[in-house]
T-cell receptor, first 115, second 113 residues
Framework: DAGVIQSPRHEVTEMGQEVTLRCKPI?????LFWYRQTMMRGLELLIY??????IDDSGMPEDRFSAKMPNASFSTLKIQPSEPRDSAVYFC????WGLGNQPQHFGDGTRLSIL | EDQVTQSPEALRLQEGESSSLNCSYT??????LFWYRQDPGKGPEFLFT???AGEEKEKERLKATLTKKESFLHITAPKPEDSATYLC??????????????FGTGTQLKVEL
C-alpha cells in the first residue's frame, strides 16, 4: 500500500518567495496533519483537518502560513512570503478515526531551506 | 497545556547492552501514548500505542511500558540497526473527539559494534 506522499522532498528558495508543499494522504484516512520539525523545537503540529475541514490551526505560526485541503486525497501548505526562519523539515501525516486511537502515519517530509 | 519530556537526549550503547528510554508526560486526561522511531531523512514510523497504566507492548527487542506519569521504552540486547531517534507522543481526551498529538523532542540512540 502507498504511504503518505509528500512533494517536493527538498526545496531551496530565496527569502520572499512563495513556497508550496504538497501532500497525498493514505486512501481512506479522514484526518490529515501538517507538522514542522526543527532541532530546537522538535515536531510541532501546525494544523490538522478532519474530512477536509480545518479543525485546529492554532499551531500555524503567522498569517504567512496557510493550508488547504480541497479534497480527500490532496492538501497543500503554503508560505508567502517565506523567511529564513521558516527553514525546517515539514511533515504531513494521516490517520483514520476508527476506535479513536489510530496512529498517525507520516510521509518522509519536505526539507525546506530559505536563503 | 500538554507536555512531553524525553530523556536522555542522546544515548550511545554497545551492541547487546540493554537500556531504557524515558518519556515523562503531563496531559489533561490521557487517551493514548505513542512511540515512534525516526531514521535520518525519514518520517516517524509508528511502533506502539499504550492506553492505560500498567499496560506493556513488545516488538522484537523493544518493550514499552506505561505508568500514570511516564513511559519507558526498554531495548534488550540492541543491534546497530536499532540506531534511530525514538519519539514519544501523547494524545489527550478532547471534548468532541480529536486526534491531536503532542510530541517530545526524542532520544537519539546510537548502537555500536
Amino acid at each position: 500500500d502507498a504511504g503518505v506522499i509528500q512533494s517536493p522532498r527538498h526545496e531551496v528558495t530565496e527569502m520572499g518567495q512563495e513556497v508550496t508543499l504538497r501532500c497525498k494522504p493514505i486512501s481512506g484516512h479522514d484526518y490529515l496533519f501538517w507538522y514542522r520539525q526543527t532541532m530546537m523545537r522538535g515536531l510541532e503540529l501546525l494544523i490538522y483537518f478532519n474530512n477536509n475541514v480545518p479543525i485546529d490551526d492554532s499551531g500555524m505560526p503567522e498569517d504567512r502560513f496557510s493550508a488547504k485541503m480541497p479534497n480527500a486525497s490532496f492538501s497543500t501548505l503554503k508560505i508567502q512570503p517565506s523567511e529564513p526562519r521558516d527553514s525546517a523539515v515539514y511533515f504531513c501525516a494521516s490517520s483514520f478515526w476508527g476506535l479513536g486511537n489510530q496512529p498517525q502515519h507520516f510521509g518522509d517530509g519536505t526539507r525546506l531551506s530559505i536563503l | 497545556e500538554d507536555q512531553v519530556t524525553q530523556s536522555p537526549e542522546a544515548l550511545r550503547l554497545q551492541e547487546g547492552e540493554s537500556s531504557s528510554l524515558n518519556c515523562s508526560y503531563t496531559v489533561s486526561g490521557l487517551r493514548g501514548l505513542f512511540w515512534y522511531r525516526q531514521d535520518p531523512g525519514k518520517g516517524p514510523e509508528f511502533l506502539f500505542t499504550l492506553y492505560s497504566a500498567g499496560e506493556e507492548k513488545e516488538k522484537e527487542r523493544l518493550k514499552a511500558t506505561l505508568t500514570k506519569k511516564e513511559s519507558f521504552l526498554h531495548i534488550t540486547a540492541p543491534k546497530p540497526e536499532d540506531s534511530a531517534t525514538y519519539l514519544c507522543a501523547v494524545q489527550a481526551r478532547l471534548t468532541g473527539g480529536g486526534n491531536k498529538l503532542t510530541f517530545g523532542t526524542g532520544t537519539q540512540l546510537k548502537v555500536e559494534l
